[in-house]
């Protein structure tokens, strides 16, 4: 009885064959399961998104009652006591407020939703109301407050609203990490591409690279939970550089431990065919 001997030859193409085989088989499922993957994180951030706005929105319409509320009793000047213990409710109520409104507009922004409403703005304004926003926690802190705007600066086509925001979402930063009597500087001027860069330098406790990367992560907090000396949500500096960048422009940071830091804002010039 003869039996068929497989050669060398054949041995080797079968070989071949079947490697090629199942290398295809295992690209395919690698290539099946990254598809999974990422379709379960996009419906996962969808999820989270749509959580955080519903969250968002449903804890805002309390906030406001109480807020408004306080506001009635904290102007009843025949009870101090009671205007006094308003006056708290509502501080604590605007406070709990901004970090429900931050959060939002994160989620907003996660989820591309989010839509700014522009028209010709004086970038010199919008600095004095941030200024005049934060104003009174500076100089409950004792902090000098040095404004350089020069006049003449562009008008530019933004957000007065959003730009506001991000102005004094860094000089809040900036003050609530410099200690009492700390110095802050804030500066404007013109680019030579009719942009704007806004500057805001302070004598605070200051950053190292890898705090930075942290720092401009949403819910990111430098320091340890608990470390921490200040209270917030972890939304200033990501926020802001989200909202820098709808506007077309970024955020720059330069920081040392212990030297302070100095955030720049950068506002590109009006660009009519960008998209807003």
Known sequence: ???????????????????????????????????????????????????LATMSHELRTPLNSIIGFSDVIAGNRSQPESAEYATHIAKSGRRMLAVVNDILDISKIEAGSFQLNVSPADIGDIVDAAVEAVRDEIDARHQILDVRVPPGLPVLTVDHKRVRQIVVNLLSNASKFTSERGRIVLVARRLPTDGVTIAIADTGIGMTPEEIEIALTPFGQVQGHLSRTQEGAGLGLPLASALAHKHGGDIKIESQPSQGTTVFLNLPPDDPSAPR
């Not at 295992?26 to 969808?46: C, F, I, W, Y």
């Open 1 to 51: 009885m003869f039996r068929l001997r497989k050669t060398p030859q054949r041995d080797s193409l079968l070989t071949r064959y079947a490697d090629t085989l199942g290398e295809m088989m295992m690209r395919r499922r690698t290539e099946v399961a990254t598809r999974a993957a990422k379709a379960e994180a996009d419906l996962a951030s969808r999820s989270k998104s749509a959580f």
